[in-house]
């Protein structure tokens, strides 16, 4: 069954600073989807940054990049010149085909607050 | 351009009560749909996903029920609400390859008294 853990519940930075968050998945499968969104305090999921599987380039959104290691399984964020907007709740996400459907499984979250 | 309502934003219910929440698509055809629910401080956890009209498929067994009557429309029920009921739920959708992911909807907080 795929899973995806994330270790840091709480994260705290001043504004402008570099700031990761990690995620760690397990799968058996080889080509797949991941993806982190953002929940601000609205609680309206945003998606940040999505990544292929079969791609060996990290993807950039702005100041979000990802760090893929595939034979790791590991997929963190990371938040350049970090911004007071930038606090929120961040879920990774695996993507996984099941029963003709393919379905999100998130991972329990961090809770980044940028503070001035 | 496509957009997903759901309502309502907040509410408020007794134990034993029955529950409505409505969620709908616009500006594309034969989406998936979803419906999530996210405990206090806590993840996201996939209560059932729709690929067409009537077919629903649940993912864990609970006191709640979906229906898709029309196409772009997705409900989330149940007969009699519980106090483990409360929470917080996104409906969600998709294309039928979801590649770029789920598009969510603003969310009910549901709160049973």
């Given at each position: 069954?795929q ?16 700031v ?9 499968e ?47 964020l ?33 809770r ?5 | ?10 509410l ?33 956890q996939?209560?059932?996903y ?64």
């Open positions: 069954a899973t995806v853990t994330q270790s840091q519940p709480e994260m705290s930075v001043q504004e402008a600073e570099t990761t968050l990690s995620c760690t998945y397990d799968t058996s080889n080509n797949y989807y991941l993806f982190w969104y953002k929940q601000p305090p609205s609680r309206q999921m945003i998606l940040v940054i999505r990544q292929e599987a079969y791609k060996q380039q990290n993807a950039t959104e702005n100041r979000f990049s990802v760090n893929f290691q595939k034979a790791a399984k590991s997929f963190s990371k938040i350049s010149d970090s911004q007071l907007g930038d606090t929120a709740m961040y879920f990774c996400a695996f993507m996984k085909w099941s029963q003709g459907a393919q379905k999100l499984v998130f991972g329990q979250g961090t980044l607050t940028i503070n001035p | 351009s496509q957009t997903i309502h759901q309502w309502p934003a907040t408020v219910q007794p134990v034993g009560s029955p529950l409505s929440l409505e969620c709908t698509v616009e500006g594309t055809s034969n989406p998936n749909l979803y419906w999530y629910r996210q405990a206090a401080g806590r993840g996201l996939l209560l059932f729709s690929v067409g009209i009537g077919q629903i498929s649940s993912e864990v067994p609970q006191n709640l029920s979906a229906s898709r009557p029309q196409d772009r429309q997705f409900i989330l029920s149940s007969k009699k609400l519980l106090l483990s009921d409360s929470g917080f739920y996104l409906c969600a959708w998709s294309q039928l390859l979801a590649v770029y992911g789920y598009t969510f909807g603003s969310g009910t907080r549901l709160t049973v008294v």
